[in-house]
């Protein structure tokens, strides 16, 4: 059984083992509240309730005489933050990682301690949408809170609370703090007196897959029997699993798809190279994987899915997805369109450019595609940098991924076959391949990823189209960049 809690909506998937086949699942959107400018929240009871919810359907639909539930395991997004006193009673809303208040704050420590210094230490470049900026600003907007604070801490330590369990960290989720020091995998303490933070503060880090007890009731659904509990991962860490990748699969790279556009692969040893330290912004970053010592190389394009939805939204009204399928019927993709877009993120403002009269929805639509597509190139060729070799294929997961359509641009686009797995979800089956190894059904993760995992579809590189879009992706870079 794999929980995995979106951005948007929180998904229970009950996956079979022997397969990887997804026998029941059911989802919960998410209400993000914004109330003033740069704010991005969410109330962390309403993701617990969601939880609850998602999980009662889930289990009302299983045979339990035929189907036992072996493991509850979990996966997260990252770089949230939740003030909690010493009861675990939040004092804050769950902060966002597009929550933009601690841009000033967060800049004063990169200047105070130095850029090179801060990326060996933890591996990127913390910015507006880290941990740090975050407690920062409210250290200095909101004194009475800081004062009562006993624990910072994640979502994912919220959840393992709710079910009566330690709040602890895994190491993914400990790294996308932004505070640990990957040469100790523990905290790092001059960055923690920088904050005015402790140890017990953050909390107890363990491995991914690392079973930390067990339930036998998630809220009001009681279970059978008592259920062994893994921390899970960052959904990211645990997508590129859900594809199949692992610190052995040196030819494949992962792009897993949705409000963010993530790259990335693993790796057996930490990346540190003159791309990484020279960085200003956090566009690749290197840290901990998933999986028992693995390394975890990534970049990402923020507000990727949540640019489409706009464009959508504003020139057809409704972003649901009847509008998307209709727009999918109407668009074709044989070279690069005449209108140049460079998309809006949650810091940046976009821009249009080359529109006519004779310009439709449909042409904008297909050229936020196109210029979405490129910004996925882009971040790709800044991971390569940390890989060397170009991947062989590229594995494909996420929301945007169940386009046939939009699969063949990016192959057509970067040159490399893209390849889509039997579950789109690749966040939960990373979680539910961490379970499978964890309770003792495969011996290892690679075993559990070998049996549960299976490619679909490969998309290969049109010649011509590649020769296109070569040519519309260097203009795109000239413009832009």
Same mark, same amino acid.
């Given at each position: 059984?794999?929980?995995?809690?979106?951005?948007?909506?929180?998904?229970?998937?009950?996956?079979?083992?022997?397969?990887?086949?997804?026998?029941?699942?059911?989802?919960?959107?998410?209400?993000?509240?914004?109330?003033?400018?740069?704010?991005?929240?969410?109330?962390?009871e309403q993701l617990w309730d969601n939880s609850v919810c998602c999980m009662s359907d889930v289990v009302s639909k299983l045979d339990r005489e035929k189907i036992q539930i072996s493991a509850l395991a979990f996966s997260f997004f990252g770089d949230n933050l939740i003030l909690c006193d010493e009861?675990?009673?939040?004092?804050?809303?769950?902060?966002?990682?597009?929550?933009?208040r601690g841009g000033g704050q967060i800049s004063t420590l990169l200047d105070d301690m130095g850029y090179e210094k801060v990326i060996r230490k933890i591996g990127s470049v913390p910015d507006w949408s880290s941990v740090p900026a975050k407690y920062l600003w409210l250290c200095e907007n909101k004194?009475?809170?800081?004062?009562?604070?006993?624990?910072?801490?994640?979502?994912?330590?919220?959840?393992?609370?709710?079910?009566?369990?330690?709040?602890?960290?895994?190491?993914?989720?400990?790294?996308?703090?932004?505070?640990?020091?990957?040469?100790?995998?523990?905290?790092?303490?001059?960055?923690?007196?920088?904050?005015?933070?402790?140890?017990?503060?953050?909390?107890?880090?363990?491995?991914?897959?690392?079973?930390?007890?067990?339930?036998?009731?998630?809220?009001?659904?009681?279970?059978?029997?008592?259920?062994?509990?893994?921390?899970?991962?960052?959904?990211?860490?645990?997508?590129?699993?859900?594809?199949?990748?692992?610190?052995?699969?040196?030819?494949?790279?992962?792009?897993?798809?949705?409000?963010?556009?993530?790259?990335?692969?693993?790796?057996?040893?930490?990346?540190?190279?003159?791309?990484?330290?020279?960085? !200003?912004?956090? +566009?690749?970053?290197?840290? @901990?994987?998933?999986?028992?010592? #693995?390394? &975890?190389?990534? =970049?990402?394009?923020?507000?990727?899915?949540?640019?489409?939805?706009?464009?959508?939204?504003?020139?057809?009204?409704?972003?649901?997805?009847?509008?998307?399928?209709?727009?999918?019927?109407?668009?074709q993709f044989h070279g690069p369109k005449s209108i140049f877009i460079y998309p809006a993120s949650t810091v940046e403002k976009g821009r249009m450019e080359g529109m006519e009269l004779t310009t439709t929805g449909v042409d904008i639509f297909a050229a936020a595609v196109e210029a979405l597509t490129?910004?996925?190139? !882009?971040?790709? +060729?800044?991971?390569?940098? @940390?890989?060397?070799?170009?991947? #062989?294929? &590229?594995?494909? =997961?996420?929301?945007?991924?169940?386009?046939?359509?939009?699969?063949?641009?990016?192959?057509?686009?970067?040159?490399?076959?893209?390849?889509?797995?039997?579950?789109?979800?690749?966040?939960?089956?990373?979680?539910?391949?961490?379970?499978?190894?964890?309770?003792?059904?495969?011996?290892?993760?690679?075993?559990?990823?070998?049996?549960?995992?299976?490619?679909?579809?490969?998309?290969?590189?049109?010649?011509?189209?590649?020769?296109?879009?070569?040519?519309?992706?260097?203009?795109?870079?000239?413009?832009?960049?």
């Open positions: 059984m794999t929980v995995d809690f979106g951005t948007s909506s929180v998904r229970v998937s009950f996956i079979e083992a022997e397969d990887g086949s997804v026998l029941f699942s059911a989802s919960k959107h998410n209400c993000i509240v914004s109330p003033c400018k740069g704010y991005a929240q969410l109330n962390p009861t675990y009673r939040p004092l804050t809303p769950l902060i966002l990682s597009f929550d933009t004194r009475e809170i800081i004062g009562k604070t006993a624990y910072c801490i994640t979502n994912q330590q919220y959840i393992l609370r709710k079910l009566g369990l330690a709040p602890v960290n895994d190491k993914t989720m400990a790294f996308r703090k932004s505070l640990l020091n990957l040469e100790s995998a523990w905290w790092d303490q001059e960055l923690l007196e920088y904050l005015g933070l402790t140890d017990i503060q953050l909390g107890e880090i363990v491995e991914s897959g690392e079973v930390i007890g067990s339930v036998v009731e998630y809220g009001n659904v009681r279970f059978p029997y008592p259920v062994p509990v893994i921390p899970g991962a960052h959904d990211c860490s645990l997508g590129f699993a859900g594809l199949g990748l692992n610190e052995n699969t040196d030819t494949l790279m992962g792009n897993i798809t949705g409000t963010f556009d993530h790259f990335g692969f693993f790796r057996k040893d930490i990346v540190m190279n003159e791309q990484l330290l020279r960085q !200003r912004k956090n +566009e690749v970053l290197t840290g @901990c994987g998933c999986f028992n010592k #693995s390394w &975890i190389v990534m =970049g990402a394009i923020p507000a990727y899915g949540t640019y489409l939805e706009w464009v959508v939204r504003t020139f057809f009204q409704d972003a649901n997805q009847e509008t998307f399928e209709r727009l999918w019927g109407q668009v490129y910004e996925s190139r !882009r971040v790709m +060729e800044l991971c390569l940098t @940390c890989k060397g070799e170009r991947p #062989s294929e &590229i594995r494909i =997961g996420g929301g945007t991924s169940r386009s046939d359509i939009w699969n063949q641009l990016r192959a057509d686009t970067m040159g490399i076959p893209f390849a889509c797995t039997q579950n789109t979800e690749a966040s939960s089956m990373g979680a539910a391949i961490l379970g499978a190894a964890a309770c003792g059904i495969f011996h290892d993760v690679e075993s559990a990823a070998k049996e549960m995992i299976q490619v679909t579809k490969i998309f290969v590189p049109d010649k011509e189209n590649n020769s296109r879009y070569e040519m519309g992706y260097q203009r795109y870079m000239e413009k832009y960049y």
